[in-house]
């Protein structure tokens, strides 16, 4: 790689570039301080203005070269998908009715590019307040899991992002995979976005719902809503409400304006927290119609 010269002092060489094809060789590398790169389709564009390497950096780590931190596994009692694994990759895979949500997120994650290029291991830690997949899996009551030399862990997704831009991954763990709960029962999803278009906008609001029926009854339910809050949050209050009522019933008629409590919306430039709020309202209707249809 090329280095730049500044006006009044010696060329600048930018730190190592590796890609290593070993897992074991990658957390190596990591744990002397590498700077992670996966799609990069966040990345890149976060450096606009700024140099493209931080210069405490030692080495720039691209992830896309481990095999194993890619693809989605059906394994006893849950689902696990690489954090490498593409948003079309999630798209095309043949998932059961549990997953409606997340491949209707990956289908709507920017344009066909983005969603080849990148993964869903780094739209959470990117984690952006209005990052599309982030209320689809916490629907889903998904872990994360993050590896170290010093081992594994695993964290549930609500843990492990804590504000905008702000993750729990410590300095020297890489994200591995998401990790997926089984439902007991009929489980099934669905995802509501609302943004100025359909394709390649940032999400205005967006909600995603999961609802796991034994007999004819909702067993268990969950419903997160995103962009509207630092953090997509879960709508606890709604989720009991829900518990127990026959699934195939009309459900928007359960849900209240105070069940949105948990929200915190906020004015920008694509609407003001007003707006959002009654949105919000409107699009957990629609995200429940879907659900009862």
């Given at each position: 790689?090329?280095?730049?010269?500044t006006?009044s002092?010696?060329?600048?060489?930018p730190?190592?570039?590796?890609?290593?094809?070993?897992?074991?060789?990658?957390?190596?590398?990591?744990?002397?301080?590498?700077?992670?790169?996966?799609?990069?389709?966040?990345?890149?564009?976060?450096?606009?203005?700024?140099?493209?390497?931080?210069?405490?950096?030692?080495?720039?780590?691209?992830?896309?070269?481990?095999?194993?931190?890619?693809g989605?596994?059906?394994?006893?009692?849950?689902?696990?998908?690489?954090?490498?694994?593409?948003?079309?990759?999630i798209?095309?895979?043949?998932?059961?009715a549990?997953?409606?949500?997340?491949?209707?997120?990956?289908?709507?994650v920017?344009?066909?590019?983005?969603?080849?290029?990148?993964t869903?291991?780094?739209?959470?830690?990117?984690?952006?307040?209005?990052?599309?997949?982030?209320?689809?899996l916490?629907?889903?009551?998904?872990?994360?899991?993050?590896?170290?030399?010093?081992?594994?862990?695993?964290?549930?997704?609500?843990?492990?992002?804590?504000?905008?831009?702000q993750?729990?991954?410590?300095?020297?763990?890489?994200?591995?995979?998401?990790?997926?709960?089984?439902?007991?029962?009929?489980?099934?999803?669905?995802?509501?976005?609302?943004?100025a278009?359909?394709?390649?906008?940032?999400?205005?609001?967006?909600?995603?719902?999961?609802?796991?029926?034994?007999?004819?009854?909702?067993?268990?339910?969950?419903?997160?809503?995103?962009?509207?809050?630092?953090?997509?949050?879960?709508?606890?209050?709604?989720?009991?409400?829900?518990?127990?009522?026959?699934?195939i019933?009309?459900?928007?008629?359960?849900?209240?304006?105070?069940?949105?409590?948990?929200?915190?919306?906020?004015?920008?430039?694509?609407?003001?927290?007003?707006?959002?709020?009654?949105?919000?309202?409107?699009v957990?209707?629609?995200?429940?119609e879907?659900?009862?249809?």
């Amino acid at each position: 790689m090329l280095g730049s010269r500044t006006p009044s002092g010696p060329e600048i060489l930018p730190p190592r570039y590796a890609r290593p094809r070993l897992l074991d060789e990658a957390l190596a590398l990591r744990h002397g301080g590498a700077q992670i790169i996966a799609g990069g389709t966040d990345f890149y564009p976060a450096r606009v203005g700024r140099p493209l390497y931080d210069r405490d950096v030692p080495c720039v780590l691209d992830l896309t070269a481990l095999a194993e931190l890619r693809g989605i596994q059906d394994e006893a009692g849950c689902h696990r998908i690489g954090a490498l694994t593409s948003w079309t990759e999630i798209a095309e895979a043949p998932l059961p009715a549990q997953f409606y949500c997340l491949q209707a997120v990956a289908r709507e994650v920017g344009g066909r590019q983005i969603q080849n290029r990148g993964t869903i291991g780094g739209n959470l830690c990117n984690a952006s307040p209005a990052a599309d997949g982030v209320p689809a899996l916490l629907a889903l009551g998904a872990e994360i899991e993050l590896l170290s030399r010093a081992g594994k862990r695993v964290l549930p997704l609500s843990e492990f992002i804590r504000g905008p831009r702000q993750i729990a991954l410590r300095a020297d763990e890489i994200a591995s995979a998401v990790v997926i709960p089984k439902p007991k029962g009929a489980a099934h999803s669905s995802f509501v976005k609302l943004g100025a278009r359909k394709y390649l906008v940032i999400s205005i609001v967006m909600a995603a719902g999961y609802l796991d029926v034994v007999g004819s009854r909702i067993a268990e339910a969950r419903i997160a809503v995103g962009a509207c809050s630092p953090v997509a949050q879960r709508l606890p209050a709604l989720e009991a409400a829900l518990k127990g009522e026959v699934a195939i019933s009309s459900l928007s008629r359960l849900v209240k304006p105070e069940h949105l409590a948990p929200l915190k919306p906020i004015d920008d430039v694509r609407a003001s927290a007003e707006y959002r709020e009654e949105a919000a309202l409107t699009v957990v209707r629609r995200l429940l119609e879907e659900l009862s249809a």
